[in-house]
């Protein structure tokens, strides 16, 4: 059955420096991953997916995941935060034959000044 | 281009009491529609999922329902609301094909129940 994994529920950077938030699935066989902001009293916007084309996914906001079959992550990084970053993040599978999006719980996302 | 639209945005409801939240797409044909709840610091439960008008599939033993009485409307109901019901609701749709698509989401309802 698929699932995803979000490593840490929180994560503090410094506004300009990277960021980095992991996310690992599991998946019997090619799995379609996303990854969604959400900013407070908000609903989710995406901002990247891989569907087994490339595997360095780029997105909006500078954000870019790359898709590693051999470790099963679907890490997020942006090479420099911004104030406007500060939101919750959400690793996302589709459930292979079927229409179930399978979110992870989330990493809130805090960008010091 | 296509919207969704989902209110109300924000309901305070005695416990006992009846809801309903309504969710409507616009711009596309045969959604695939769905309502997830959360929980304050949880992430995304997903509650009811509906692949055409009158179909709808439920993930949750709950006290809620879920109707879909056209091909762009998905509506969330309760007869009697329990305090463990209180988090923020948001409706989704994705296109018909499964596996690739992506989500489109509302602005959510947050419903406090007391």
């Known amino acids: 059955a698929q699932s995803v994994t979000q490593l840490d529920s929180h994560v503090s950077v410094s506004e300009g420096t990277p960021v980095l938030l992991r996310c690992n699935y599991s998946?019997?066989?090619?799995?379609?991953l996303f990854w969604y902001v959400q900013h407070p009293n908000k609903g989710l916007q995406l901002l990247l997916k891989?569907?087994?084309?490339?595997?360095l996914v780029k997105g909006i906001n500078g954000f870019e995941a790359e898709f590693k079959k051999s470790e099963t992550s679907f890490h997020l990084t942006k090479p420099s935060a911004h104030m406007s970053d500060a939101a919750e993040y959400f690793c996302?599978?589709?459930?292979?034959?079927?229409?179930?999006?399978?979110f992870g719980t989330g990493t809130r996302l805090k960008v010091l000044a | 281009s296509q919207t969704i639209h989902q209110w109300p945005a924000t309901l305070v409801q005695p416990v006992g009491s009846p809801l309903s939240l309504e969710c409507t797409v616009e711009?596309?044909?045969?959604?695939?529609l769905y309502w997830y709840r959360q929980a304050a610091g949880r992430g995304l439960q997903l509650l009811f999922y509906?692949?055409?008008?009158?179909?709808i599939s439920s993930e949750v033993p709950q006290n809620l329902s879920a109707s879909r009485p056209q091909d762009r409307q998905f509506i969330l109901s309760s007869k009697k609301l329990l305090l463990s019901d209180s988090g923020f609701y948001l409706c989704?749709?994705?296109?018909?094909?499964?596996?690739?698509?992506?989500?489109?989401f509302g602005e959510g309802s947050r419903l406090t129940v007391l």
């Open positions: 509906s692949v055409g008008i009158g179909q």
């Open positions: 989704a749709w994705s296109g018909d094909s499964p596996n690739t698509g992506e989500l489109f």
């Open positions: 711009g596309t044909s045969n959604p695939n």
């Open positions: 998946s019997s066989y090619s799995p379609s």
């Open positions: 996302v599978v589709i459930r292979g034959g079927t229409y179930k999006y399978i």
């Open positions: 891989y569907t087994s084309a490339a595997t």
